[in-house]
């Protein structure tokens, strides 16, 4: 299994951002992926995460309204659409995969990817 995360980098306030996460190794239409974010100096946390199979969606109230994640299911890859950004989403981001329905918590994930940076400049 392999989850490898792209599209990050540094943008200014306001500006917007499109993660991807590809995977391979397991069938996708079984899956459910999260994207997580850690912050220096603070715990990972959950922000986003969609089942393939039902495409149901779970956002943190922290990103409702600015962040839109799909999933092509034909590519593999779920995508984050990160709008309004602010400062304080600064993190690397990971995405994460585990069977079936997606969870809110880091333990709900069983294969994760290495990261991908997004810095917000004020």
């Known amino acids: 299994v392999q989850l490898v995360e792209s599209g990050g980098g540094l943008v200014q306030a306001g500006g917007s951002l499109r993660l991807s996460c590809a995977a391979s190794?397991?069938?996708?239409?079984?899956?459910?992926i999260g994207w997580f974010r850690q912050a220096p100096g603070k715990e990972r946390e959950g922000v986003s995460a969609?089942?393939?199979?039902?495409?149901?969606?779970y956002y943190a109230d922290s990103v409702k309204g600015r962040f839109t994640i799909s999933s092509d299911n034909a590519k593999n890859t779920v995508y984050l659409q990160m709008n309004k950004l602010k400062p304080d989403d600064t993190a690397v981001y990971y995405c994460?995969?585990?069977?079936?329905?997606?969870?809110?918590?880091?333990?709900?994930?069983?294969?994760w990817g290495q990261g991908t940076q997004v810095t917000v400049s004020s």
């Open positions: 994460a995969g585990t069977y079936g329905t997606w969870g809110k918590y880091i333990s709900d994930y069983d294969y």
């Open positions: 190794g397991f069938t996708f239409d079984d899956y459910a």
């Open positions: 969609i089942s393939s199979n039902d495409g149901s969606t």
